[in-house]
């Protein structure tokens, strides 16, 4: 586009300037190679999700395959990471924990990421009543603090999948919609839509097709960022007991079931589990920050 | 509008905190270093994982006069006339009221475990310094000069009024009586100062048994009429969190709740003085916390220990663990109302499935004995040979084709509820929920808490859970008349078997004790049949004590009685 | 600056908690309807007469519309009556005072342990950005940020506790059973050391180390990230190459100017992560069976005891409330852009 675009100033964000001078996936695997740490990301990402995808496919044991005679072994070469109480193997289950854990993470970073980009582009776009009511029932969500509101909004829902990405997605909903909103202020008056109005774009149009896309940079950032809390939070109820049940798969609940087992010392029950989400949610973190740097072109390396 | 502002700077704030991002190799490299050491770390300690964990120590840390007792969980009421749920609850009115008879106790070997127990044949008196029971009527003389722990005499009277209140008051304590032939407070009645007259409306055996248990302990109407409210005539409410001046063996000293229960002797017993000055039950909900506590000398007695625990504590020189066998169910329940459960193949393909021997061995660890009927062993006329469930998936696959499920299709899905705090259970039913798996019945583990467990449990409303029974009295036909009998309170799978019905209704009240036997095993027959419950196990009552501790006494309702017990 | 006028302010935002309060607490009203479950047969047994049930149904308000039960809440509110308990069946005040010391007293020493820890790390990062120190600030707070903080308190636990015996067990305040403390603060350790009991101070010195410790590392993270992020740039802005190039020493330069000004992004992140650590200290009780809120309330969402699940989001939230009030105050109050 012909506008420059450089002039304009947003907190934080990022505005793709003049069309690449080299193609774009080139160009982001050189930003990659000066930026070691989110290489690091990005390939512990990967790892989490084709564990996810193939994982159940090629585990060599059956995860809910309840065998008492090994019990709680100790990891060795049959089982890396030992069994649990019920003699189920412990590697298979993390691996395919992955999936669901996956699962609800992208379900709920996806859902709350809709709504609440909606609702403060919305607010920030359209401005007066509609945005003092947007945000003030915002306040009143974050005026619980997070883990807190999950907790009353998964029991009341009872345990279960659809439990935890609910919660989980409604305490990140005010994060998205008040970065949104802010965003969609500076943008609304910068140049290149001034110039949008102009020509004569409806205002849907100029929204959609103008507006939002150059708001997405930071959207990015913080939706991968926020797969990483999530996956801790999501943890964190099936452990509680107020999300996934017992016996599922799930490297929160594992947690939970090694913790039975505390004073016995079969301390791998609740350590790979939790070294699984602590890897994940390592990965997402520097991924996003990582994101950031790649395409703030502040930062970017030249 | 400031809020505004904050957030906005907060939105700024926050990105550029995500700015501080790590774009260098040394970075990455302690980063791989971190994880890497992690690995590391857990390889050492795997290789050198100390056998028994933290240290256990043979001394004591309390003093010779207290006992300080761990126990599981915190008062639910202070109120004989509704107590049913906490053991805690229990043994402290156990403790401080005195019932007007009791068993005496016998020295006895079970499943060769030999303890000092009770002999529930034989009955003493307590407050009561004689007893006559002549036909309809059951008449109890008390002893010369008692009085409360206030000082207020206890007469024929008061005994009577304390009755009335345990009618009145609708808890569940007057089921005790109800159901052994005294259905209201005017079937009590004081004939003098001394002498209280309970009379049935026909003769049985159950009246002297169901009367030993703390249920029936009268409350001094003084004290009931000195905090009744308009609304609550029989002070309810008041009792409920504050415990009435008792005449047992200790006195309540202080009540801190979700901390501490402490007892302390009480000074003008009418009986043997107990040898212990003071007894603190220190509520401690977790098991696995209970244990730490009596393995480092901080408690000296434990309730409910882990069972998977018990052998280990057996190796300590300075513990010893009791283990009781009794006629406790632990069963396998069945929503006979729900399907598939309303058919009784489905509920036999169920029974065929239950892994018996894993849950025996690998969840009680031999703590337990088998269960295969539901009047369990140690009761008098338990008759397993009519059970045949052995466990055989081929069987069970074939009943569940039989009840028109082929291979589980067509079954509903099924929700196995067990309380949360009760980790057997839960491991029971994850053993249960795989092999029924394999015969296609798709079975999810749900665990609630005490208190809506019970809830939905007396509500009907629970599909399949696992739950226990212990019968206080050790009489079949009490046992069977709360969990057969179709017009049971507590018959929570709705079974219902006319012909079981009418055997309860003879000889539930019966004199005739050779009929009563065989009336028994006739309804045991019938009830194996139908297998309304699959009976998983007899589980032991444990108890975790140090060395030191003497004096335990193991009576049916499984209370302490602090009376008898001593640290040498 | 006007002292009057930032009170006045301090007044303004003060009563605009109200209506957000008010708000929340209808919120979580609102949840305990959608749970099923008739809270009056767990409290009084099914054996009642129907006639008691409807007479107990009608004290605890139950027979009333739902609007009519959350006024009828709100006038108890305001004499300090906020229910009974379905659990301990005294008043949910009563016992949040009891289990509120417990609490505090973790979370504060997690908190300062935290921010102690936190500020000057991320200064020291900042000044030596890209050296090794930068280094290691920048993985340890990446690493903190990313452990699950229950799993982090079962690691320490075992590693301290099972495998070193160093420090106690999931045992509560005092590592030990039967030792009885009168609170005078509810602060253990303040309130030994004021009777002179040395034995009571360091039992509860050790049985907090590894729950504040806990709580502590993953709230240091952020604030740490935040503190080398703002004083990164702080130190690269204009003013403060001004200062060092008219020969002011570095310690100054740092101390009064650089930090100042860094002071309000970094108070911001400590307050967003008071809010985090109020929902984290819910799981480290657990873990450590601390006998404070967070065990309470979790005992309270296992048994659906809507009263006491209610005062603890009521009380949790209006603390949160209060703490970034008071961020806002001190924001104003250091901001000179800010205008009240």
């Known amino acids: ?302 | 509008m400031r809020r505004l502002e904050r957030s906005r700077q907060e939105e700024v704030a926050a990105l550029e905190a995500f700015r501080a991002s790590l774009t260098r190799r040394d970075v990455l490299k302690i980063g791989i270093g971190a994880a890497v050491s992690f690995s590391v770390l857990d390889a050492v300690l795997a290789a050198c994982s100390p056998a028994n964990g933290p240290s256990t120590t043979s001394t004591s840390k309390t003093p010779t006069d207290t006992l300080v007792v761990a126990v599981e969980g915190d008062i639910d009421t202070f109120d004989p006339a509704f107590t049913v749920g906490s053991k805690p609850a229990q043994t402290t009115i156990q403790n401080t009221f005195d019932q007007l008879t009791q068993y005496k106790h016998q020295d006895k070997t079970v499943a060769g475990v030999s303890f000092t127990g009770v002999d529930t044949e034989s009955i003493d008196g307590m407050l009561a310094e004689s007893f006559e029971v002549k036909g309809n009527q059951a008449i109890f003389t008390l002893r010369q000069g008692l009085t409360y722990q206030d000082g207020t005499p206890i007469t024929a009277q008061v005994i009577e009024q304390g009755y009335k209140r345990v009618f009145a008051a609708q808890g569940i304590s007057y089921f005790l009586l109800s159901m052994a032939a005294v259905p209201d407070g005017n079937h009590i009645k004081a004939l003098d100062d001394r002498r209280v007259a309970i009379n049935m409306d026909a003769p049985n055996l159950l009246l002297m048994k169901n009367n030993t248990m703390h249920n029936t302990s009268s409350v001094d109407i003084k004290d009931v009429k000195a905090h009744a409210t308009p609304t609550d005539p029989w002070a309810t409410e008041y009792f409920k969190k504050q415990l009435a001046p008792g005449n047992g063996p200790f006195i309540l000293d202080e009540y801190v709740p979700g901390d501490r229960i402490v007892m302390k002797a009480n000074p003008s017993y009418y009986g043997t003085k107990p040898k212990l000055a003071k007894v603190i039950q220190k509520i401690v909900p977790d098991a696995s916390e209970r244990e730490l506590l009596i393995k480092r000398g901080e408690v000296d007695m434990i309730m409910v220990p882990p069972v998977q625990d018990l052998d280990n504590l057996k190796q300590d020189p300075g513990l010893q663990v009791l283990t009781f066998p009794n006629p406790r169910n632990l069963f396998l329940e069945m929503n006979n109302k729900m399907a598939p459960f309303d058919k009784k193949a489905a509920r036999q393909a169920v029974s065929y499935a239950v892994p018996y021997d894993n849950i025996l061995k690998d969840v009680f660890h031999g703590y337990a004995q088998t269960n295969r009927s539901v009047v369990g062993n140690g009761m008098p006329s338990s008759e397993f040979s009519y059970w045949n469930y052995n466990t055989d998936l081929k069987k069970a696959a074939d009943m569940l084709a039989s009840a028109g499920f082929p291979n589980g299709q067509g079954a509903p899905p099924i929700t196995l509820t067990v309380r949360a705090d009760w980790q057997e259970a839960e491991r029971a039913a994850v053993l249960i929920q795989s092999n029924l798996k394999k015969i296609g019945l798709n079975v999810s583990i749900q665990k609630v808490a005490f208190a809506p467990f019970n809830e939905q449990e007396q509500g009907r409303k629970l599909h399949m859970w696992i739950d226990e029974w212990l019968s206080w009295v050790n009489d079949p036909w009490y046992h069977m008349s709360w969990n057969v009998s179709s017009d049971s309170p507590t018959n929570y799978v709705s079974y219902s078997n006319p012909q079981v019905d009418a055997l309860v209704k003879k000889w539930t009240l019966s004199l005739d004790v050779q009929g009563r036997l065989q009336g028994s095993k006739d309804a045991q027959k019938l009830v194996t049949d139908d297998a309304p419950h699959a009976f998983l196990v007899g589980p032991n009552w444990n108890v975790v004590l140090r060395k030191n501790v003497k004096g335990y006494v193991y009576y049916n309702d499984e209370l302490n009685r602090y009376a008898y017990m001593y640290k040498s | 600056m006007g002292s009057t006028r930032l009170l006045l302010y301090a007044a303004r935002r003060l009563l605009f908690i109200v209506p957000v309060l008010l708000v929340a607490l209808f919120l979580t009203f609102a949840l305990t309807r959608i749970v099923p479950g008739n809270p009056i047969d767990r409290v009084a047994g099914p054996y009642i007469s129907v006639e008691r049930r409807a007479e107990l149904k009608h004290i605890a308000y139950l027979d009333r519309p739902f609007y009519e039960q959350f006024v009828l809440y709100l006038r108890d509110l305001s004499q300090g009556k906020m229910g009974t308990s379905y659990t301990t069946a005294q008043d949910v005040s009563k016992d949040l005072r009891q289990r509120f010391p417990a609490t505090f007293e973790l979370v504060t020493y997690g908190m300062l342990f935290a921010v102690l820890v936190a500020i000057p790390l991320g200064i020291a990062a900042a000044i030596k950005k890209d050296t090794w120190i930068d280094s290691v600030v920048r993985a340890v707070s990446v690493l903190g940020v990313s452990l699950p903080i229950f799993w982090l308190g079962l690691m320490l636990l075992y590693v301290f506790f099972f495998y070193l015996d160093w420090l106690p067990g999931p045992v509560g305040r005092t590592g030990t059973a039967v030792r009885f403390a009168q609170p005078i603060t509810g602060f253990l350790t303040i309130d030994s050391l004021l009777k002179g009991d040395f034995e009571l101070f360091w039992l509860a010195v050790k049985a907090l180390v590894l729950p504040c410790f806990t709580l502590g590392f993953v709230a240091m993270a952020p604030v740490a990230r935040m503190t080398r992020a703002v004083m990164v740039e702080v130190l690269q802005s204009d003013y403060v190459r001004t200062a060092r190039s008219l020969g002011l020493p570095f310690r100054v330069v740092v101390l009064r100017h650089a930090l100042k000004n860094a002071m309000i992004p970094i108070l911001t992140i400590i307050a967003a992560v008071y809010g985090y650590a109020l929902g984290g200290e819910v799981l480290v009780e657990i873990i450590f069976s601390w006998p404070g809120l967070g065990q309470y309330s979790y005992n309270a969402l296992l048994s659906s005891d809507f009263p006491a699940i209610q005062g603890f989001v009521l009380l949790v939230t209006f603390v949160y409330m209060v703490i970034y009030l008071a961020l806002d105050i001190t924001t104003a109050a250091l901001d000179p852009r800010v205008q009240y």
């Open chain 1, 1 to 302: 586009m012909a506008i420059d675009e450089s002039r304009v100033i947003v907190p934080g964000a990022v505005l793709t300037a003049a069309p690449p001078v080299v193609g774009r996936f080139s160009d982001f695997v050189y930003q990659l190679r000066g930026n070691p740490a989110t290489f690091a990301g990005l390939f512990i990402v990967a790892v989490i999700f084709i564990s996810a995808l193939i994982g159940p496919l090629i585990a060599p044991y059956d995860p809910y395959g309840v065998n008492l005679g090994d019990a709680a072994l100790q990891p060795s070469l049959s089982h890396p990471f030992g069994t649990d109480q019920y003699g189920e193997d412990i590697l298979t289950r993390v691996v395919v924990a992955a999936r669901l854990d996956l699962l609800m993470v992208l379900s709920a970073v996806v859902a709350s990421t809709v709504i609440g980009v909606t609702l403060g582009a919305l607010a920030g776009f359209f401005g007066h009543y509609f945005d003092e009511g947007v945000m003030r029932s915002q306040d009143v969500l974050q005026a619980f603090p997070r883990f807190v509101f999950a907790m009353a909004v998964a029991w009341a829902l009872g345990p279960g999948v659809v439990t935890v990405i609910v919660a989980t997605a409604a305490i990140n909903i005010p994060g998205y919609a008040r970065l949104m909103r802010s965003l969609m202020l500076s943008v609304k008056e910068a140049q290149f839509a001034l110039a949008a109005v102009a020509v004569g774009n409806s205002r849907w149009r100029l929204l959609w097709r103008h507006l939002l896309p150059n708001c997405l940079t930071p959207i990015i950032v913080l939706s991968t960022l926020q797969c990483g809390f999530t996956i801790l939070e999501a943890a964190g109820l099936s452990f509680i007991g107020l999300g996934v049940r017992v016996p599922q798969a799930e490297w929160g609940v594992m947690i939970a079931m090694g913790l039975q087992d505390f004073l016995q010392g079969h301390w791998w029950i609740y350590t790979f589990p939790g070294l699984a989400i602590a890897f994940a949610v390592l990965g997402f973190n520097l991924l996003g920050d990582g994101l950031q740097d790649i395409l703030d072109p502040k930062r970017r390396r030249v």
